[in-house]
């Protein structure tokens, strides 16, 4: 089976800070990546995705991510965080093989102090 | 938001009994999963259709089975409860199985 790692488990930050959550995975061939994030008690929503071409994506509220192939990475940024982005994180991924299926990380508890 | 509905969104049942979650979509999409959340694990897929009677098991698919009749509704059973099945659970839906996926809001469910 696929597997996916996201390295920090609970991350806080203060507002302003700039965010980096890491996010590997374990497939060497043609790969669809996601960013999803889960405000408290709320499903969990599309951030950001990668498909092809660029590998620098840009997604909504300010967040953006860098598919690095060679790294087998796709890390999410972003330059300033605000409180309202406390939320968890989560990466995920679907491989040319597992047609449909997503495979996705633990999580990362993101904190933000105003 | 895309329109999915799940219900019940909050059920308590004791351990032996069958429980059954629904998810309804009304976008037409052709994939529908079911998914379970649990801390320290993310999100694992338990089944997923692929088709109006097309299903194929997940991670997780030991206690779990599913139907689905209709393209708007899958339905997810529990045959026999277990505590270890106190959990999220999560519907999501895709219109191809390349595309992103979009989450319902979950229903928690606790087994005694």
């Known amino acids: 089976a696929q597997s996916v790692s996201q390295h920090n488990h609970h991350v806080i930050l203060s507002e302003a800070a700039s965010l980096e959550l890491g996010c590997n995975y374990s497939y060497g061939g043609t790969v669809n990546l996601f960013w999803y994030v889960q405000y408290p008690g709320q499903h969990l929503q599309l951030l950001l995705k990668y498909f092809s071409g660029d590998p620098l994506v840009k997604g909504i509220k300010g967040f953006e991510a860098e598919f690095i192939k060679s790294k087998f990475s796709f890390n999410l940024r972003k330059p300033s965080v605000q409180w309202s982005d406390t939320a968890e994180y989560f990466c995920?991924?679907?491989?040319?093989?597992?047609?449909?299926?997503?495979?996705f990380g633990r999580g990362t508890q993101l904190t933000v102090w105003p | 938001d895309a329109g999915i509905t799940q219900s019940p969104r909050h059920k308590v049942t004791e351990t032996g009994t069958p429980v059954t979650l629904r998810c309804h979509q009304t976008e037409n999409h052709r994939y529908m999963y079911w998914y379970r959340q649990d801390p320290g694990h993310g999100l694992r897929l338990i089944h997923y259709?692929?088709?109006?009677?097309?299903?194929d098991k997940g991670e997780v698919s030991d206690g779990y089975s599913v139907s689905r009749s209709k393209t708007e509704d899958f339905l997810l059973t529990l045959e026999s409860a277990t505590s270890s099945q106190t959990s999220v659970y999560f519907c999501?839906?895709?219109?191809?199985?390349?595309?992103?996926?979009?989450f319902g809001p979950g229903t928690r469910l606790t087994v005694t």
């Open positions: 999501a839906i895709s219109d191809r199985g390349e595309s992103e996926q979009y």
């Open positions: 259709s692929y088709g109006v009677k097309d299903t």
């Open positions: 995920a991924v679907r491989t040319g093989s597992t047609l449909g299926r997503l495979y």
